[in-house]
């Protein structure tokens, strides 16, 4: 929880509570108060209300989720997609990856989620395991409708019993979980100032403890979500662009009663992403609890070497002392919940001492990446001073670069290296000779990966034109946007979805969004960018000048998949382009770098990306807040927030590969 407090409703009795959770309903709440959150995340993020028990903290809290497909690299060279209920978002900042972000509330909060569906397909959260009145069970007819696109719905309940929960999609559950909606929902129990952060993107280590969790003497926690997944369903979003097909081949032509899982994470990744995105980072002497939830369809055996945990939870259920046991591995089905209790003084029975302990599911084929071992969910156990914080990787007895080449896992490096049949990298993929006998068959690997859209944001944000200096006459346009507009096979659009406009005109173009949901109008390709954005059903505007030529412009919804469902237009300025469509950014030459300066924002080492609102980038794109990745991802570590930056993009690669604090 955050320090920010203010009024909501004045509080109600306990056997008033108690009513209201038994007829479903609960009570009404009204003003909150924004807390500060990372860039990207919108005020509607996440909102705190009153101190209701006196206690020192917030006891109403509020989170807005949307649901937002992504790309995201599993392992080298293997990307896929994911819907994930995210964070309300804002600009051009994606605040989503795959697990959903951790939830963490305290006991006896009253709870309000509300899910607001920015994606193609309806929705539903269900929170699983909590005590909740009927309605706010999140399953579809049974309890209520599916979440439309463009729709919302909030789900209202009070924090019952402290424990490990989670919350996951109940429409077509067979696919949306696997497809990324699923995330750990934490229950505290109450304490007095019982400050600690409410959303964690991506699960992991939490950036701080309740005070339950210092009062019991742990000294760090983690929240490891289990995932695994078939690849080819995840590829199918990146290759089919209409809804109706993807629905049909996704809920209709997919048999997930014959799915076989050949992609198994710990909290979006495979090993070796795992160690930099999930370390379990330790000292000697400590106590740390590991929060786990299996979201798959395996079963999970979880070993963790050199050390003997203590279960002290299961399914959100804290165990009597006498159930408490200490193994190296832990049994843990689909949907169930373990806490566990890691020691680490070296004491000959929980754990053996420093150094790089390995820790992973015990079905072997799941630390591999699609048949090539290491892989999978495979991280460690390190101690701290087993740790290289200039590479954010533990210290180990041999070389892990190979693993981070992609060449690895297409199958394309021997796996013992050729020193030691005395050979050649040409002559270990041709020397044998044919035996006698035709080879026995056997499961062969699939070497197939996934490509990334053709088009990134990068490219599709390039500056087309600029604005004239000074403007020759003035317009006010109005256009809507929602799904009231779509034409057959989509889901959102604009209208109208053609403007004419004079050259140096000023327009204050209004824009009434007519959904529930967040959407934009932006028009990319205009330098300085005009962009107007917001959530739910109103109107906002934005004023710019036309440029003094003769050109086509494309305007859309920067929320990620509207563009693609339909909500996409043109802007003719004078006659147009000559063409009469949008011109295309000029193509990068290969190997083409552009610099940019700015001001960083934000560093996820996890994922290698920063946020940085920079000046205009020359012959690349408009003054902007943005999100980049960074190869190599060391080169984030030890960057100061809100210092100022100088970069270089590979524009080929849709990445910074040069980043250092600028001397201006």
């Known amino acids: 929880m955050c320090a920010a407090q203010h009024g909501w409703i004045a509080a109600l009795a306990a056997p008033t509570l108690a009513m209201l959770m038994l007829a479903g309903a609960a009570p009404a709440l009204a003003g909150t108060v924004p807390v500060a959150a990372a860039p990207g995340y919108a005020p509607e993020a996440l ?22 497909e992504i790309e995201q690299e599993i392992y080298p060279g293997e990307v896929m997609t994911f819907w994930v209920f995210a964070p309300a978002g804002q600009g051009m900042i994606p605040v989503a990856r795959a697990p959903s972000p951790t939830i963490r509330v305290e006991q006896g909060d009253r709870v309000r989620v509300t899910l607001r569906n920015t994606h193609y397909f309806p929705h539903t959260i269900h929170f699983h395991g909590t005590i909740h009145p009927n309605a706010m069970d999140g399953v579809p007819v049974f309890t209520q409708k599916a979440v439309a696109p463009g729709d919302s719905f909030t789900y209202e309940f009070i924090a019952m019993n402290p424990g490990t929960y989670f919350y996951h999609c109940h429409v077509q559950p067979d696919v949306h979980i696997d497809m990324g909606l699923v995330g750990m929902f934490v229950i505290e ?46 590829r199918l979003p990146l290759a089919i ?25 710990l909290n979006g990744r495979s090993f070796p992403f795992t160690l930099r995105d999930t370390p379990i980072r330790v000292a000697p002497d400590e106590k740390v609890r590991l929060r786990v939830l299996n979201s798959g369809e395996r079963t999970v055996s979880l070993h963790t070497h050199g050390h003997h945990p ?61 048949g090539l071992n290491p892989g999978g969910d495979l991280t460690a156990i390190i101690y701290d001073d087993h740790w290289d914080e200039t590479t954010g990787l533990p210290k180990v007895a041999g070389s892990l670069a190979r693993f981070f080449d992609p060449a690895y896992y297409r199958g394309e490096v021997p796996v013992f290296g050729t020193e030691i049949f005395h050979t050649t990298a040409e002559g270990y ?56 507009y779509a034409r057959e096979g989509e889901l959102f659009a604009f209208s109208p979805r053609e403007l004419k406009v004079g050259r140096c005109e000023e327009i204050e173009l209004v824009f009434k969004n007519e959904d ?78 552009f610099v940019g300066s700015g001001v960083l924002l934000s560093v996820d080492a996890r994922l290698g990306r920063v946020v940085i609102d920079h000046e205009e980038i020359e012959g690349f794109m408009a003054a902007m807040t943005m999100s980049y990745a960074v190869e190599p991802p060391e080169l984030v570590r030890a960057l100061p927030l809100d210092a100022r ?20």
């Not at 909102?47 to 937002?68: A, F, K, S, Y």
């Not at 129990?189 to 964690?200: A, E, L, Q, Y």
């Not at 742990?218 to 490891?224: C, K």
């Open 516 to 593: 529930d949901v967040r959407h934009a109008f932006m028009i990319p390709g205009l330098n300085p960018m005009p962009v107007v954005e917001f959530t739910g059903q109103g109107s906002r505007s934005v004023t710019f000048v036309t440029p003094d030529a003769d050109v086509t412009l494309e305007f859309h919804c920067h929320v990620e998949t509207h563009q693609r469902m339909g909500m996409e237009g043109r802007m003719i300025v004078g006659a147009g382009s000559p063409a009469g469509s949008t011109p295309a950014p000029a193509e990068a030459e290969p190997g083409a770098r």
């Open 645 to 664: 930056v100088r970069f270089v993009i590979d524009a080929n690669r849709r990445t910074i590969v040069e980043i250092a604090v600028s001397g201006e």
């Open 429 to 484: 993929g041709y020397g044998w000779a044919e035996g006698p006998e035709p080879v026995p068959d056997y499961p062969k690997r699939d070497p197939r990966v996934a490509d990334r859209r053709a088009e990134s944001i990068l490219e599709s944000h390039r500056t087309i034109a600029r604005s004239c200096d000074k403007a020759r006459s003035k317009r006010r346009i109005v256009i809507s946007g929602g799904t009231e």
């Open 47 to 68: 909102r705190l209300g009153r101190d209701l028990d006196g206690d020192g903290d917030p006891d109403e809290i509020w989170i807005e989720l949307e649901v937002i």
């Open 189 to 234: 129990p109450n304490r007095p100032d019982n400050h600690f952060t409410n959303i964690v993107p991506g699960a992991g280590p939490m950036p701080d403890l309740s005070r339950a969790a210092k009062e019991t003497g742990y000294d760090r926690e983690y929240s490891l979500v289990y995932m695994d997944a078939e690849s080819p369903l995840h």
């Open 310 to 370: 203590i279960i002290t939870a299961l399914d959100g259920t804290d165990l009597a002392p006498e159930q408490r046991l200490s193994r190296d591995v832990f049994t843990i089905g689909p949907a169930q919940r373990v806490d566990l209790e890691l020691r680490t003084t070296a004491d000959d029975r929980y754990a053996s001492g420093p150094g790089v302990w390995a820790m992973h599911d015990h079905t072997e084929l799941t630390v591999t990446n699609r």
């Open 241 to 265: 662009p209409d809804p109706r097909e993807l629905e049909w081949r996704m809920h209709r032509d997919y048999d997930s009663s014959q799915a076989r899982a050949d992609t198994f994470m």
